[in-house]
């Protein structure tokens, strides 16, 4: 026994980088995505902390100060209404990351049970959901999300809602898919053959072993669902002023483009940042969980 | 191959009558009075009374389904609140200016994404793949409102090379009005572009891995001519599908870029009928807009399976 050992005396050379297991060696392989995912810890950080961040009230009018060049007072300058555009700024990743995740999160706890429920039971309710679900589908995202917004009204909660259902069929028929796939695999049927019932199957083998690749979709679409808030907003059917959010910062901005062209550059680029990281991040963690892509 | 076209039309038929009903309950969703919602506040007695005859709004709610269902067959979408115009002519009137703006981005696009595409794929693992996929990724993630308020800023303001906004008819002044659909085309076709980059790279990867462009490069074939003449052709075919998929992106994107450049097309025309609260204006833009996707997939669908036989055997999935 300890003569082979001593016969494998290059084995300890690997050790340091195997300290690590073999997913995140492959991220750390990709600096961009590990860059991208420290930036949007940073807006999450951003969002939490955006009291202490801003000392400023971003509602705050200041008659004296309207639509003044960045300064060492005001980072990113002044609006239309002397408010600060960097506490506009932080607190708009508030808006963003709210909207961003919590639609994703209901798209996800409505599309998931749905996908499942078809791909699972297939059939008569598979068709009608399927069918359902094509139509949805057929409602280009933003004009679904603008049709609902006219029906609720706008608000933030009642975008992140159309945002939401607006993202749903996509999750439904991910789910359909991955389910149809995993539960023709051999562990699942012999789970049936012990006697496992529809319910565990479904909770304890199929939902487990499909979770990554939900995951992986998440990446995706948080970001889109960020722009999407953003140009709701953008256009007047999300946040309602004087509530800071990066859509209405630069619809606000677009009157004074040539006055205050600084107005538009920092929201834009903190949805820009934040997206791309997003995107980045969400590269770096298809790697880790899908080995199949790889 | 029979078959499968009228699985394929039976299944849009069944889409489009889906549509037809979410739309219609979506519209009787919004609190109120549906025949005052329908002719607007300011409408008198006598102006809901006949929108009460016309829609049948005290027969039973299945009733009222299938005649609105019958009159939008026959075109008839109802009168937008505001202009008493009929929907279809307002739509009709805007619709050409949204697909010029469509079309000029599609060009776009494919202009960029296609040689782009081609080029990561053949120098793989290059500074040239690098560049094009960081492009891609960027035109992926910016939001096409800011990058349209950025261009403005540079291009109108800054440089003052083209007007910042507005519209003019093609038959008036070709010139005057590509100088102002360029800027909208390009922030349409930028994220078009990236999308269909990634896909032309993806494709054009797996296409020159394949048996017969080894075979080609064997018979003694130069490099670009079975780049050109055997690789580039083939891989295109799944950009067409992508194109088909991304219809309804465009028709979104169409809505933000109207917006900010002041085009008066079908995408402003959305929400200049949500701000005045012109629902048969919305509700027959929206129908109009899932309905004309619907069709623009079953014809991608069609042609692709002309285009390429295994699809037709496999069927719809």
Same mark, same amino acid.
């Given at each position: 026994?300890? #003569?082979?050992?001593?016969?494998?005396?290059?084995?300890?050379?690997?050790?340091?980088?195997?300290?690590?297991?073999?997913?995140?060696?492959?991220?750390?392989?990709?600096?961009?995505?590990?860059?991208?995912?420290?930036?949007?810890?940073?807006?999450?950080?951003?969002?939490?902390? #955006?009291?202490?961040?801003?000392?400023?009230?971003?509602?705050?009018?200041?008659?004296?100060?309207?639509?003044?060049?960045?300064?060492?007072?005001?980072?990113?300058?002044?609006?239309?209404?002397?408010?600060?555009?960097?506490?506009?700024?932080?607190?708009?990743?508030?808006?963003?990351?709210?909207?961003?995740?919590?639609?994703?999160?209901?798209?996800?706890?409505?599309?998931?049970?749905?996908?499942?429920?078809?791909?699972?039971?297939?059939? #008569?309710?598979?068709?009608?959901?399927?069918?359902?679900?094509?139509?949805?589908?057929?409602?280009?995202?933003?004009?679904?999300?603008?049709?609902?917004?006219?029906?609720?009204?706008?608000?933030?909660?009642?975008?992140?809602?159309?945002?939401?259902?607006?993202?749903?069929?996509?999750?439904?028929?991910?789910?359909?898919?991955?389910?149809?796939?995993?539960?023709?695999?051999?562990?699942?049927?012999?789970?049936?053959?012990?006697?496992?019932?529809?319910?565990?199957?479904?909770?304890?083998?199929?939902?487990?072993?499909?979770?990554?690749?939900?995951?992986?979709?998440?990446?995706?679409?948080?970001?889109? #669902?960020?722009?999407?808030?953003?140009?709701?907003?953008?256009?007047?059917?999300?946040?309602?002023?004087?509530?800071?959010?990066?859509?209405?910062?630069?619809?606000?901005?677009?009157?004074?483009?040539?006055?205050?062209?600084?107005?538009?550059?920092?929201?834009?680029?903190?949805?820009?940042?934040?997206?791309?990281?997003?995107?980045?991040?969400?590269?770096?963690?298809?790697?880790?969980?899908?080995?199949?892509?790889? | 191959?029979?078959?499968?076209?009228?699985?394929?039309?039976?299944?849009?038929?069944?889409?489009?009558?889906?549509?037809?009903?979410?739309?219609?309950?979506?519209?009787?969703?919004?609190?109120?009075?549906?025949?005052?919602?329908?002719? *607007?506040?300011?409408?008198?007695?006598?102006?809901?009374?006949?929108?009460?005859?016309?829609?049948?709004?005290?027969?039973?709610?299945?009733?009222?389904?299938?005649?609105?269902?019958?009159?939008?067959?026959?075109?008839?979408?109802?009168?937008?609140?505001?202009?008493?115009?009929?929907?279809?002519?307002?739509?009709?009137?805007?619709?050409?200016?949204?697909?010029?703006?469509?079309?000029?981005?599609?060009?776009?696009?494919?202009?960029?994404?296609?040689?782009?595409?081609?080029?990561?794929?053949?120098?793989?693992?290059?500074?040239?793949?690098?560049?094009?996929? *960081?492009?891609?990724?960027? *035109?992926?993630?910016?939001?096409?409102?800011?990058?349209?308020?950025?261009?403005?800023?540079?291009?109108?303001?800054?440089?003052?090379?083209?007007?910042?906004?507005?519209?003019? =008819?093609?038959?008036?002044?070709?010139? $005057?009005?590509?100088?102002?659909?360029?800027?909208?085309?390009?922030?349409?076709?930028?994220?078009?572009?990236?999308?269909?980059?990634?896909?032309?790279?993806?494709?054009?990867?797996?296409?020159?891995? $394949?048996?017969?462009?080894?075979?080609?490069?064997?018979?003694?074939? $130069?490099?670009? $001519?079975?780049?050109?003449?055997?690789?580039?052709?083939?891989?295109?075919? =799944?950009?067409?599908?992508?194109? *088909?998929?991304?219809?309804?992106?465009?028709?979104?994107?169409?809505?933000?870029?109207?917006?900010?450049?002041?085009?008066?097309?079908?995408?402003?025309?959305?929400?200049?009928?949500?701000?005045?609260?012109?629902?048969?204006?919305?509700?027959?833009?929206?129908?109009?807009?899932?309905?004309?996707?619907?069709?623009?997939?079953?014809?991608?669908?069609?042609?692709?399976?002309?285009?390429? =036989?295994?699809?037709?055997?496999?069927?719809?999935?």
């Amino acid at each position: 026994m300890s #003569a082979t050992l001593d016969a494998l005396p290059a084995t300890p050379v690997a050790e340091p980088a195997g300290l690590l297991p073999r997913g995140w060696r492959r991220v750390l392989r990709r600096p961009a995505s590990v860059l991208g995912g420290a930036v949007v810890l940073a807006f999450v950080a951003m969002a939490l902390a #955006a009291p202490w961040i801003a000392r400023v009230d971003p509602a705050a009018t200041d008659w004296s100060q309207i639509r003044k060049a960045p300064s060492m007072a005001h980072p990113f300058g002044t609006d239309d209404l002397g408010r600060d555009n960097f506490a506009r700024v932080v607190w708009g990743s508030r808006v963003s990351m709210q909207a961003g995740v919590f639609s994703i999160v209901l798209a996800i706890s409505v599309g998931v049970p749905l996908g499942l429920v078809a791909g699972y039971y297939r059939g #008569a309710l598979d068709q009608v959901i399927m069918r359902l679900t094509d139509a949805w589908l057929a409602f280009p995202f933003l004009i679904l999300a603008i049709g609902l917004v006219t029906i609720m009204g706008p608000s933030l909660t009642n975008a992140t809602v159309a945002i939401g259902l607006g993202a749903t069929p996509t999750y439904i028929r991910l789910t359909r898919a991955l389910v149809l796939a995993t539960a023709a695999e051999d562990y699942v049927q012999s789970a049936r053959a012990l006697g496992a019932g529809d319910g565990r199957l479904m909770a304890r083998h199929i939902l487990p072993n499909i979770f990554s690749s939900l995951l992986v979709q998440a990446t995706v679409s948080i970001p889109i #669902a960020i722009i999407a808030e953003a140009v709701l907003s953008f256009l007047g059917l999300g946040v309602q002023p004087p509530t800071p959010s990066w859509g209405t910062m630069l619809n606000a901005a677009q009157q004074f483009l040539d006055s205050a062209p600084w107005m538009a550059w920092w929201p834009g680029l903190a949805i820009f940042a934040l997206t791309l990281s997003f995107n980045l991040a969400g590269d770096g963690l298809r790697d880790l969980l899908d080995p199949k892509d790889y | 191959m029979v078959e499968f076209l009228v699985r394929r039309v039976a299944i849009s038929i069944v889409t489009l009558i889906v549509i037809s009903v979410i739309v219609f309950i979506g519209v009787r969703m919004i609190p109120g009075d549906p025949a005052r919602v329908m002719a *607007g506040t300011d409408a008198d007695a006598a102006g809901l009374e006949e929108i009460r005859a016309k829609y049948g709004l005290n027969d039973p709610i299945p009733v009222q389904y299938l005649r609105w269902a019958a009159l939008a067959l026959h075109g008839d979408l109802g009168r937008s609140i505001r202009t008493r115009d009929p929907v279809v002519t307002t739509v009709a009137k805007k619709l050409p200016i949204t697909i010029e703006l469509a079309c000029l981005a599609v060009l776009i696009a494919l202009a960029i994404a296609i040689p782009a595409g081609v080029l990561a794929a053949v120098r793989r693992n290059t500074a040239w793949d690098v560049l094009a996929s *960081g492009a891609s990724l960027c *035109g992926v993630s910016v939001p096409n409102f800011w990058l349209g308020i950025m261009l403005i800023l540079l291009f109108a303001v800054r440089l003052g090379w083209l007007p910042a906004s507005g519209f003019v =008819p093609w038959w008036e002044s070709p010139i $005057a009005n590509l100088q102002r659909m360029v800027m909208p085309a390009f922030v349409l076709g930028a994220a078009l572009a990236a999308v269909l980059m990634r896909q032309t790279r993806n494709s054009m990867i797996n296409v020159l891995g $394949a048996d017969y462009i080894r075979t080609a490069y064997s018979k003694g074939l $130069a490099g670009r $001519a079975v780049i050109f003449r055997h690789a580039i052709r083939n891989s295109l075919i =799944p950009v067409v599908t992508i194109l *088909g998929l991304q219809a309804g992106a465009l028709m979104s994107g169409a809505v933000v870029t109207e917006q900010i450049f002041v085009v008066p097309g079908f995408g402003r025309l959305i929400v200049e009928s949500v701000f005045t609260r012109d629902y048969p204006l919305v509700q027959g833009v929206v129908l109009i807009t899932a309905s004309s996707y619907v069709l623009i997939n079953l014809l991608v669908d069609v042609s692709y399976s002309l285009l390429d =036989p295994r699809i037709r055997i496999g069927g719809t999935p």
